[in-house]
């Protein structure tokens, strides 16, 4: 589902719970003043409590839960149109290992070296919340981890010099999230 799709949702959500207590606050008071059929208190109490259990898990899963899962939607939506980079080759048995940390918004270690002609595993660690990518576009390299979770594949150092790396997520990068790999 699209995060247009989950902000559709959560505003029905809302509006149905608020419409559902007014409509029931409105029932019942009308029915405590004409002396109607029981019928329409119980419809009404039915009402107020869908109304107010609606608006409760909104409201619950707002800011935490909720909110989290949109920002993790978002960061999928992300994935769909972030680049047009491959995915990086898997991780290469055997291979020097290179781990960078990712978190809002900055790479940990933000430069390394690799030696001309190596392969080294690098094994992006996203220790932030939202979605982020390792991305050297010059080198055709991309790796891509939701939050709290890890990705690796195998950097062949095949160009010397020096090399840009960023989150290639909208922003990101001018956040802070680049670093350089050097070559040789
Ligand atoms: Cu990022």
Redesign the pocket.
């Known amino acids: 589902m699209t995060m247009m799709a989950w902000r559709f949702m959560y505003w029905v959500f809302v509006a149905v719970g608020v419409i559902g207590m007014i409509l029931g606050l409105a029932v019942l008071l009308r029915t405590a003043r004409s002396r109607r059929p029981r019928v329409l208190i119980a419809t009404a109490i039915a009402l107020i409590v869908a109304g107010l259990s609606g608006t409760l898990i909104v409201a619950a899963a707002g800011p935490g839960g909720f909110g989290h899962n949109m920002m993790g939607m978002g960061g999928m939506g992300m994935m769909g149109d972030r680049s047009d980079l491959r995915p990086a080759p898997p991780a290469s048995p055997g291979a020097p290992n290179q781990p960078v940390r990712?978190t809002?918004?900055a790479f940990s270690p933000t430069e390394f070296r690799v030696q001309a002609g190596e392969t080294v595993n690098v094994e992006l660690r996203n220790e932030?919340s939202?979605?982020?990518?390792f991305t050297v576009t010059d080198l055709n390299f991309e790796l891509a981890a939701n939050g709290g979770q890890t990705a690796s594949g195998a950097f062949r150092a095949e160009r010397e010099g020096t090399h840009e790396f960023v989150?290639s997520?909208p922003g990101?990068a001018q956040s802070g999230?680049r670093g350089r790999i050097i070559i040789g």
């Open positions: 990712a809002e918004f932030g939202i979605f982020h990518t989150c997520v990101h999230m």
